[in-house]
């Protein structure tokens, strides 16, 4: 795996936007038919990076009119419409803004009839399209990814999820503050719909995010830290400001910083 180490969350957004726009233009030079396949995070951690490849659209520095998106997760429950379901969040913070084509558009749908069946018609509709070239990645404070919670099973696909505790109080900033206020379930994309993604990109800003980037950098790989798996994928890049790698150790620190150069040369 690759680390960068930014120095703030507004450099991570500009580093993560540019690297996605590169990966989208090099798939067009070599398949200029072939859609070029997104999976896409919400929180707060991706929405600068949402802002500043906005900003790369408007300006004609990428296109998304071949793109084709799949979000991560969904609440159990919660309607289309309200403020904190994640359709709104994806076409509110950026689906709105750019020139992606609605039906182009993926996202779980936690109101369906039969939940398990939307769950594996998401994983068909990724194989159909021939799987997905960047998965972008959030991080938890305990070290989920999607909603797969520590334990999670790590060869898991699309599924129903419980939403544990601590992601419930994480998420009830969202809720007005009310815990009582946040779905207890979510759809999720599994860690292995994640891991069979060609690229892996994981943003981490902030010192509540700092634990989980040192148990998934240094931890063992271990469904105890979901975000771990990014230790055995082939292409996997984390991304984080200084306040999230404060608890790796200088060493590690180092490791990274010294083979910067060399991550540098070989993506720009
Ligand atoms: C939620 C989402 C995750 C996201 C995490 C962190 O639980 N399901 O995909 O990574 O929150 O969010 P934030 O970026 O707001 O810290």
Not at 34 to 54: A, C, D, M, Q, R
Not at 88 to 114: C, R, Y
């Amino acid at each position: 795996m690759r680390l960068i180490i930014e120095k703030d969350p507004k450099h991570v957004a500009i580093w993560t936007s540019q690297y996605i726009a590169k990966l989208i233009n090099r798939h067009f030079e070599n398949n200029p038919e072939k859609p070029f396949v997104l999976g896409l995070p919400t929180g707060s951690t991706p929405l600068e990076t949402y802002t500043e490849l906005i900003k790369l659209n408007k300006k004609g520095a990428v296109s998304f009119k071949n793109v084709i998106t799949f979000n991560m997760d969904e609440y159990v429950g919660l309607p289309e419409e309200h403020p904190e379901s994640y359709h709104t969040f994806m076409w509110g913070n950026f689906f709105n803004h750019i020139d992606i084509k609605s039906e182009n558009v993926n996202i779980l749908d936690g109101n369906a009839p039969d939940l398990l069946k939307e769950c594996r018609d998401y994983e068909d509709k990724i194989k159909a399209v021939g799987g997905i070239d960047l998965f972008l990645c959030g991080v938890g404070s305990n070290g989920h990814i999607a909603f797969n919670e520590p334990f999670s099973n790590l060869a898991s696909r699309t599924r129903l999820k419980t939403l544990i505790h601590q992601t419930r109080i994480d998420n009830s900033r969202f809720f007005g503050g009310k815990l009582e206020n946040v779905p207890r379930n979510a759809l999720t994309v599994g860690v292995q719909t994640i891991t069979d993604a060609r690229h892996l990109l994981v943003l981490a800003v902030g010192e509540n995010k700092a634990m989980a980037v040192k148990m998934g950098v240094e931890g063992a790989y271990s469904h105890m830290c979901p975000i771990s798996v990014i230790q055995a994928h082939p292409k996997a890049m984390m991304v984080c400001d200084r306040k999230a790698v404060q608890e790796l150790s200088a060493r590690t620190v180092d490791y990274f910083h010294d083979i910067e150069d060399r991550i540098r040369k070989e993506i720009w």
